[in-house]
């Protein structure tokens, strides 16, 4: 077996794709040898507790514990780890599993503050459960099938598969399909309940004999346009090759695992119980963030502990930071479901929070109605802030940095963490943090400079102005596509003429683009020429693009809300982005592009202050040393000493639906000694009642 594993950590959330860049990737955890030494200072001696010391000695082959947020479930997981191989486990043949890239970061950071040796850690095979599986099926197929991870990438396969099933249901049943047109409004709400049906196995657990037809569709409670198109679009990722194989185009998030659990279960399988791909030796399994399994993962760890006889296994888990629930995740793995399917394990308490102290935990426990104990010497704090502006946020980071209310006096700037419900939001915060030089890393999304929008409205503006070098290097690339995602968006012609536009695009030089592709594709060069471009972009679009470059290049900063005006972005990211959400993230990150240009006095101004930013985003030189401004999925199961939430809004953040608040409620519980939460005059979210009186 290769001791290193044979997996590695997907990045989370490609920053291309079709030119569009939105979510960046998260910083891959590195244990090269230039860490070494920091992994080494990082680790400070923590005394086991009676409970962790319980869980570690437990010799039950199946424990599960269920504990709250901060209650010390990773570092146990990591103690148990150690132990075992302290007693002689090979570490290659320990599998600690996560639902999410960030679980599997929270890993690399326990293992460093027990002070796992540095060979052990890169011994055990740390992952998230998605990549385990990918890896094991291109061992089983022999080859790499692509990932794709933007809702973009596969929105094409979604729309051809619309009219396939229109033709299947008419020839079959006689009925017409309750969707409109091409169906491009319909992608989001149709991969989502993909990822539902495939999360849950729905189809599959119905039995071989369940066919797609009308009734089916009611008793299972889906419509049967969804399962319809859901046929027609698995036939075109899977393709048939023969009656008893199928090659895979590719695999969506969530598609490995899903693949892997039906191949697992299928009646025939392609192995036998000597060639079992899950059999791998192993002599432990752990499993983080268990409360995000579905069914899918859940069948692949049951089989996963039956073939590897004598492995032992811990899951912990807690089902208020369920966060992933379009996924088909259920707490239920936990419970009932691990008893009926897998064998009833021990199941071992972590009843105090270690990361923080009362003043966190009890507020918390008001919130989601449940005992929340704390370590008595643990002290933190809460503060609730009225804002006005980003401006007024501004200003607690500058507090927080300066006057350390939460930060030890010796730790790096990464220890406070602004945590973002919208990256959208954080435009204007992100100019103003920029323009006050104050340095900060964005995780799991774009910093605004290199937003597809932001890039798109940078380019036309700084042509329109005549700027000779509207971007530093490095980013023209991404520019120049990002523009042509939005010029091309939706254009009539054939997907095979629009690929071949933009491969000819992505080779030119920003140069190229800017003095011949650019006015070919708007109708603005000279009238004789080839036109290549120009039927690649929507006539109406065309025009107003022109008229909002005819407004910009009087240079004059007042002019910029008519410019945005004529460039009318929510609508032109409507036909960019499949998620309705980053569409109006993109008109909200032009809006706070608009405010931050208000002190400026020409737009050729403002944009030379945008690249002067350039660099500085991409200056690798100063990680560690930079506050962290990130979404709140991105840390679920990471801490630091200050969080501010800002925007705990009733518009923002309310409601009861679980996602929602399962999402503030990891927010609010990682921070370990201080919780500032600022809300909007007049509109604080009803779930700052439970924090207002610490
Ligand atoms: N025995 C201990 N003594 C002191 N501190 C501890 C001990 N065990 C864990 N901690 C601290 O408790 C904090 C929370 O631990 P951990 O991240 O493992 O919690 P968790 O339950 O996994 O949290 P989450 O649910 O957010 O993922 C960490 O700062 C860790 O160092």
């Known amino acids: 077996m290769d001791t290193h594993g044979p997996w590695a950590t997907s990045t989370r959330g490609q920053m291309e794709a079709g030119g569009i860049t939105r979510r960046q990737a998260a910083s891959p955890t590195n244990f090269s040898n230039e860490h070494e030494d920091a992994f080494m200072t990082m680790a400070t001696q923590i005394l086991k507790t009676d ?8 010799e039950h082959p199946l424990l599960v514990v269920e504990a709250n947020a901060g209650a010390a479930k990773t570092t146990t997981a990591a103690m148990k780890i150690n132990q075992l191989i302290a007693e002689g486990v090979d570490p290659g043949r320990i599998v600690a599993l996560s639902f999410s890239a960030p679980g599997v970061q929270a890993y690399r950071d326990a293992f460093k503050r027990i002070g796992m040796s540095l060979a052990a850690a890169k011994a ?82 119905q039995g071989e004999y369940f066919q797609i037809s009308p009734e ?43 693949d892997l659990a039906r191949i697992l279960e299928a009646d025939d399988p392609c192995f036998t119980w000597e060639t079992n791909p899950l059999r791998l030796g192993l002599q432990a399994v752990f499993l983080d963030e268990m409360h995000d399994t579905n069914w899918a993962m859940f069948t692949v760890l049951k089989q996963l502990l039956q073939f590897n006889q004598g492995a032992s296994f811990l899951g912990v888990g807690d089902r208020d930071q369920v966060i992933h629930a379009q996924h088909g995740a259920d707490a239920y793995f936990m419970g009932e479901g691990f008893d009926t399917y897998i064998g009833k394990p021990e199941r071992l308490p972590l009843t105090e929070s270690y990361r923080f102290g009362g003043a966190i935990s009890q507020p918390l426990a008001g919130f989601s109605a449940k005992n929340y104990a704390a370590n008595r010497a643990h002290i933190s704090r809460v503060e609730v802030k009225k804002t006005g502006s980003a401006l007024d946020v501004l200003a ?40 006050r030089c104050i340095r900060y890393q964005t995780i799991d999304f774009t910093t605004y400079l290199e937003r597809s929008e932001v890039l798109f409205v940078r380019l036309l503006l700084g042509w329109a102005v005549g700027l000779q070098e509207p971007f530093r290097t490095g980013i023209d690339a991404l520019a120049k596509r990002a523009t042509w995602a939005f010029l091309s968006a939706n254009a ?15 080779g ?17 060069n000279d009238p004789r020429a080839t036109r290549y471009l120009y039927t690649s972009v929507d006539d109406a679009v065309r025009r107003r693009i022109c008229k909002a470059i005819d407004l910009a290049a009087s240079d004059d900063i007042h002019c910029l809300a008519g410019v945005f005006d004529f460039l009318d972005i929510g609508n032109l990211a409507r036909r960019v982005y499949v998620k309705e959400q980053e569409a109006e993230d993109a008109r909200a990150s032009v809006t706070g592009l608009l405010k931050a240009s208000e002190k400026y006095v020409s737009i050729s101004q403002f944009m030379r202050s945008l690249m002067a930013h350039d660099y500085e985003a991409r200056a690798a030189r100063f990680a560690g ?35 929602e608040r399962n999402l503030f409620y990891v927010a609010a519980s990682r921070a370990k000694t201080m919780l500032t939460l600022t809300y909007r005059a007049g509109h604080p979210s009803s779930y700052l009642r439970h924090f207002e009186s610490n």
């Open 51 to 58: 409970e962790q010391k319980a869980i570690c000695d437990s």
């Open 124 to 205: 055990v095979q740390v992952g998230t459960f998605e990549d385990f599986c990918a890896s094991w099926l291109m061992r089983l197929e022999g080859l790499e099938v692509k990932r794709p991870t933007r809702p973009e990438e596969v929105r094409a396969f979604v729309l051809a598969a619309i009219p396939g099933a229109r033709v299947w249901a008419s020839d079959r049943f006689n009925l017409e399909l309750s969707i409109e047109g091409s169906g491009e409004l319909a992608v989001e709400g149709l991969l989502y309940e993909f990822g539902e049906i495939k999360g849950s196995m729905q189809l599959l657990r």
């Open 216 to 258: 089916c569709a009611v008793e299972i409670g889906r419509s049967f346009t969804t399962l319809a198109i859901y046929r027609a679009y698995e036939k075109q990722r899977c393709v048939s090759v023969d009656a008893d194989s199928e090659q895979t185009k590719f695999r969506y998030s969530g598609d490995a695992t899903y």
């Open 396 to 435: 607690l980071i500058n507090h927080a940095m300066t006057a350390r209310p939460g930060l030890q006096p010796d730790s790096p700037k990464s220890q406070l963490a602004v945590l973002l419900r919208n990256p959208s939001a954080s435009v204007e915060l992100e100019h103003a943090l920029r323009e």
């Open 492 to 506: 009539s012609v054939t997907a095979e003429e629009q690929t071949e536009k933009s491969l000819k695009v992505n």
């Open 508 to 524: 030119a030089s920003l140069k190229h683009f800017l003095e011949y592709m650019l006015p070919d594709a708007l109708g603005i």
């Open 625 to 659: 040393d930079r506050i962290i401004l990130s979404s709140i999925e991105a840390v679920k199961g990471l801490e630091f000493e200050h969080v501010i939430v800002p925007d705990v809004n009733a518009t923002d953040f309310d409601g009861d639906s679980r996602d």
